[in-house]
């Protein structure tokens, strides 16, 4: 009997991702544990395996397709010795796109078939449906193709991305431009065209672009944020680093100021647990363990990967951790575990030379620490001018949950442990 291929969850608080490849075509044969396809998500692009065995049969949901909700069907699977009359796609409604259908309503159509060319045989029916996916829809919108002139290539005869695209690049019909009735509601994409708007060029957000916006506007939106700044000499620990990476080179191992920083916040929270919390409507969140999140840029955006339990990990551990979680980071293939949760977070520009910023807390942490860059500056040391290496670190907190006193209160204790670095080895 067929096996329906549906639409993974990949995380706890996923509800639709975009198909982004298929490894499979139809009548390949597939094995549990084969990478059928690849799905991006909201945090990264994940690949899949299959759970069973068999043939593939038809695909339902074409690579490209963005928006597909959980446990949609996106491949139906074959046994052995069964045959899929709906692979070739002979069936007008072998492609269960309920979704679409209900906006692609009649009066869609009815505007191009007051032109003449309404008799045509390839025009629509004022009563037919259009079926097209939703980018799709959107994109025949802000280019002003008539759906009603085009042949989809997806299943079923689906319109879908890349029918648009060649329909933009061919000069497919327009739709009418002045044509009578209610105006069509604008997408939320769509924005007003001033006179004199310079040319440019627009990058679609993909999943993870959306979440980071939408998570970062809640989190100012809800979080009612404060910040404390202070100033830390790290002539210590740069000399502690040097050290260490001295005789650890015979091992491979390279210590960053980063992985540093990382441990020092990491028992910071140990000596200050209060700071290590969030805040629900019911109650405040303290956690048992320290887990921190380290802001990574990758070409799509943001993600957080998390060493887990770093205030008991020693450093070289903390290093190799963090090297690996970054290079998979950016290449999209962390598991949902690995970037979701954490306790406190860490976003550390010192790298590109900036001195200062605040954060904007990772919901639904408490705190976040911005460090910036380590740099020589003039110092009062036992009442005389001197010259140190010092290192700005900005808390941004969340009120709910964290008050000014324990904020200070963990930044003195961070300090302490960056300026005295041999006391985080006790």
């Known amino acids: ?78 046994g052995d010795g069964e045959s899929s009359g709906a692979a070739p796609a002979p069936k007008p409604a072998a492609a269960p796109a309920p979704a679409p259908a209900a906006p692609a309503a009649a009066p869609q159509a009815a505007a191009p078939a007051a032109k003449p060319m309404a008799a045509s045989p390839t025009s629509v029916a004022p009563d037919s449906r259009i079926f097209v996916s939703p980018l799709a829809r959107r994109m025949a919108e802000q280019a002003g193709v008539n759906l009603g002139s085009l042949k989809g290539s997806g299943p079923g005869g689906r319109i879908v991305k890349a029918d648009i695209e060649a329909a933009v690049s061919g000069g497919a019909p327009k739709t009418a431009a002045a044509a009578p009735g209610p105006a069509p509601k604008p997408t939320p994409a769509a924005h007003v065209e001033m006179p004199g708007m310079p040319a440019y060029d627009e990058l679609p957000n993909n999943n993870i672009r959306k979440v980071v916006a ?45 992985d540093l920083v990382i441990k020092a916040a990491a028992i910071a929270l140990r000596k200050v647990p209060a700071a290590n919390a969030s805040y629900t409507e019911a109650a405040i969140r303290r956690y048992r363990t320290v887990d921190i999140s380290v802001a990574v840029a990758i070409p799509d955006g943001l993600i957080t990967p998390i060493v887990k339990n770093a205030d008991l990990k020693g450093l070289a551990q903390i290093s190799s951790e963090m090297k690996d979680l970054a290079t998979r980071a950016r290449a999209g293939k962390l598991k949902p575990e690995e970037f979701q949760g954490g306790t406190f977070s860490i976003s550390n520009l010192g790298m590109y030379g900036i001195r200062e910023f605040a954060a904007v807390i990772n919901p639904p942490q408490g705190a976040i620490l911005a460090v910036g860059a380590g740099e020589q500056r003039p110092v009062v040391k036992d009442g005389a001018l001197a010259i140190a290496t010092v ?20 930044l003195a204790a961070f300090k302490m442990l960056v300026e005295d670095p041999m006391s985080m080895m006790l």
């Open 1 to 78: 009997m067929p096996i329906n291929i549906l639409m993974p969850a990949l995380s706890p608080t996923m509800t639709e991702g975009n198909l982004a490849k298929w490894h499979k075509k139809p009548g390949d044969k597939v094995s549990a544990g084969d990478v059928i396809a690849e799905i991006e998500t909201d945090k990264a692009t994940m690949e899949v395996e299959a759970v069973d065995e068999g043939t593939l049969g038809e695909i339902k949901v074409p690579e490209g397709t963005q928006g597909v909700k959980v446990n949609d069907v996106i491949a139906v699977l074959l």
């Open 214 to 258: 939408r998570r970062l506007t809640e989190s100012k939106q809800q979080a009612p944020h404060f910040y404390l700044s202070i100033d830390c000499r790290i002539d210590a620990l740069l000399k502690l680093r040097a050290d260490l990476n001295t005789r650890a080179e015979k091992d491979g191992v390279k210590l960053s100021v980063n």
């Open 391 to 410: 290192m700005t670190v900005t808390l941004s907190v969340d009120h709910r949950v964290v008050d000014g006193a324990v904020g200070a209160e963990y």
